[in-house]
């Protein structure tokens, strides 16, 4: 049968996607993931692994160019891709906050005019503050978010908080959490269809080890 | 004028050019489905491409009537295109045709305007052949279209595809069972619909639902698969409502069955992402190798009574240019025959005699010298070319090209050579 196609995020989530995979029988050779190579095979040959862009996990699987794919919900949230979603793969966990200088907590934003919220989430950021009443321009950024309420770019910042460590040390702090995050198994509707044994048992095994671990928790 | 960066020479995003092998293709594919559809009994329908607004959003779903393309005539009305074929010719049935010998089968071919966000497989103007069977509201109604679905498939010559059957009443019924207001019914579906077990087990801890509801539309994901699916959706169905969306299907499944097409149909009851009109059987068809469906069809019994006159109706619509991607059928390029020069009198009676031969034959209006006849014939993948000499002697004597050395032909000899080239 032809290999299953995965979309894994390349940077901070990829280990812990791989390791999830490993632990259902998909496990990479020791040297296939290091070094530049973008895709590779598992060692049993029924998984081909595509390293992305996080942000174009969700491009690759709508395509269906991968089957299935690993990507925040953050991110795809963002991304506004219609795919399938049936599990959370408890890691990556982190939360999208408002957040921006201490003197913001006092102030009413809905009656601030001329407000400029920075984010590397632009879509989410917008349907929050139009959903929250919060007359604001929108700044898309590409990172180092936080240095844009510092430098005076914009007010407010929208972005990914896992400790906190980096606005402390930029002296903002969260205004208000606007949703919660994790790792998401997301799967082309399509292929869900065609080849719906292979792929449901893959999520039926990926859900056990994701609930043992939950349970170790 | 400089015209450099000007909108003039740019078509908007979502819309296409077709031309040459494409254009060809699209043509060849609406023929073949057309031609499907005739052989079934349905008649063609060609409805208007803009009517009012009002009438094109009748029970349209929010996102839809969003996608609406509307503009203002000059009397001030809200127009819009059409944005499918269905509602149309709900409208046709109800307010032309509600007094003819039910039921009434008819079929389109013809463009829709939808304003999409550009992504995997989306225009925003797109082509649509398609049928709608209206005055039935049988489970023999349903297993037509779902059969002539899967033949359509077949007509494509595709191979590997299957067509995913559910029924939107399966999971209303279920819902109905609990007190949910609408919104918070659109919620469940949506979560449904993602396959988001953990939001569905979300929701059903914050909205308070019933365990069996629960039960019930957790276990919606894995409904799919050939009969035994019916057997398990049975057990869960909590009321008759659900219950009677599991024995439509069955008696769908075993029509189909019937006609020996079964193999390529799989019963889903995860199929609810739909039209908002749709009210019974919902489908979507997939090939193997295309990550989104080459066609969509359900039941819609409301719809035509919207309109002013009660008719169930059931249909389904190909799209056209997903067809074009995964179909193998390819169209021929180029003609059978060029002839020149086109100013001399034996080149267009050649040009004559060979249409009548049942060539394709194109003469050459440049009056080209031979060879670059011949350039111009392989560039364009023409299969032959034909150059009638003019002088003196053998006026109108014409050259074969593409055939290694020019070669001189007699009036027979070219006869037979053309009769030869019909096959």
Known sequence: ?217 | MDLSGALVRQTPVGVADLFYEQAAAKTMLEQRVQHLFGDWGYARIIPPTFEYFDTLSMQASPQLRQQLYRFVDRTGQMLALRADMTVPIARIAATKLYDQPRPLRFYYVGNVFRHEEIQAGRHREFSQAGVELLGAGTAAADAEIVSLAIETMVALGLEEFQINLGHVGYLQGILSQSELDEAAKAEVERAVDQRSDAVIAEMATGLGLPAEVVRAVRAIPHLCGGTEVLERARELAPNAAAMAAVERLEAVHSQVQHQGLQEHLILDLGEIRTMGYYTGIAFHGYAAGLGFPVCSGGRYDDLVASFGSDMPAVGFALGIERAMLVTKARARAGVDLIVGPGSSPACVQLARRARQAGLDVQVDVLDRQPSELMAHARATQARHAVYCRAGSAGEGRPYLLLEGEPLSLSADQLERELSSWTL
Do not use: W
């Open chain 1, 1 to 217: 049968m032809d290999p299953l196609t995965i979309a894994l995020p390349k940077g901070r989530m990829q280990d812990a996607a791989l390791d999830l995979f490993a632990s259902v029988g998909l496990g990479v050779a020791a040297d296939a993931a290091n070094g530049r190579r973008l895709v590779f095979a598992d060692r049993s040959g029924s998984a081909h692994y595509v390293l992305a862009k996080p942000a174009d996990v969700p491009t690759y699987v709508e395509y269906g160019a991968a089957d299935l794919g690993v990507v925040g919900e953050d991110v795809l949230r963002e991304s506004g891709r219609h795919v399938y979603e049936p599990l959370r793969l408890g890691f990556g966990r982190c939360r999208l906050m408002l957040a921006g200088p201490p003197e913001a907590r006092d102030r009413n934003l809905r009656l601030d005019i001329g407000l400029r919220v920075a984010s590397k989430y632009p879509h989410l950021a917008q349907t929050y503050c139009l959903e929250q009443g919060i007359p604001a321009e929108i700044i898309p950024l590409n990172g180092s978010v936080e240095l844009a309420p510092t430098v005076g770019l914009a007010d407010l910042l929208v972005d990914l908080v896992e400790t906190g460590t980096t606005l402390r040390e930029n002296g903002l702090v969260e205004l208000d959490l606007i949703m919660h995050s994790q790792a998401v198994l997301i799967v082309n509707r399509a292929s869900h269809k065609l080849r719906f044994g292979t792929i449901q048992d893959l999520i039926s095994r990926i859900a056990h080890v994701v609930a043992t671990r939950e349970e170790q928790r």
